[in-house]
């Protein structure tokens, strides 16, 4: 065989071996993020104790388990916490966690004069599921959830959304779906798959060869599409009172994303913080937290009574 055909047989070995490489460890990346180590309610316990606010009182607060059969295939547990008010909130938790880093946000509530459920998402806490969607799958198991809850409890008045990281990603994908909703609260969550990149990617076309490449693999072995997880698409569709919350030092969800909610909500409110880190602004600012969550339910109070006119 002549040498020429013998280097072209070696280079396009390489080039497929590359190839092969560069997908592999694409795929594995995205199945690390997808489906990472389930972290436990001990682990994150500890978790919140270590880095967050967290109380052991919390968890002697009595809740009533609400099981939802999710349409995917698992069992879905949510945690309604009846403090005897009119209204309810529901909090969304973030990516491998559970309703254990909603407690916080279920005792500022409880203290704003809010009920609370507290859905664990698919792959998280109690919950069944064998994988992570970003939301894609996530928003659905969560309408389900809230449906459920409703059904065993006609009396149960959904109020607002709040949700953190992924979970506020989640409440916004959602929100279109619950025509009556009062009010929603997006804290440090991303606008879409794009923006998720956005502090890994500083460059806008690598940031979509990126998405383009994810989406592939999601696609093909996960059963959504990057698409399906884009909230700020989501937002053009919501009309009722949104506070955008995050922090400019973010460094897990850039705060990019905020500015990206802002520009397709322009009237929504916004509060930002300086230096606090990914997802514990309530933890050191504790007193502008709660008071911009009071501003927006104030605001939701007061069309509610327009309303009633």
Known sequence: MPSGYIALIVICCV???VLIGAFVTLFLLVR???????????????????????????????????????????????????FGFAETVVCLHGHNASHISQLKYMELFKKLGYNA????????????????????KEKIDAADAINNLKTLRPDVKIAGLFGESMG????MLLAPEIPDLGFLIEY?????????LSGFLKNKTFRKLGVALIGMVTKAFYGFSPKECDAAEA???????????????DQVVAFENA???KGVRPDAETVFFDDSLHARSLCVYPERFESAVFDILERYDRS??????
């Open 15 to 17: 080039l497929a071996a």
């Open 32 to 82: 690390s993020y997808l489906k990472p180590e389930k972290r436990s309610d001990e682990d994150l316990i500890v978790h919140e104790k270590d880095v967050k606010k967290f109380s052991d009182e919390w968890l002697k607060e009595e809740y009533v388990p609400v099981w939802t059969e999710s349409r995917f295939g698992y069992r879905l547990k949510g945690y309604f916490y009846d």
């Open 117 to 136: 459920f507290l859905p664990d998402h698919r792959y998280s806490g109690s919950s069944g599921g064998k994988y992570i969607t970003f939301g894609a």
């Open 168 to 171: 506020a990603a989640t409440a």
């Open 188 to 196: 440090c969550g991303y606008a879409n798959f794009e923006g998720l």
């Open 235 to 249: 937002l053009t569709k919501t009309r009722c009172p949104l506070l955008i919350l995050h922090s400019r030092a």
């Open 259 to 261: 500015l990206i909610l």
């Open 304 to 309: 509610k009574q327009l309303k009633s006119v």
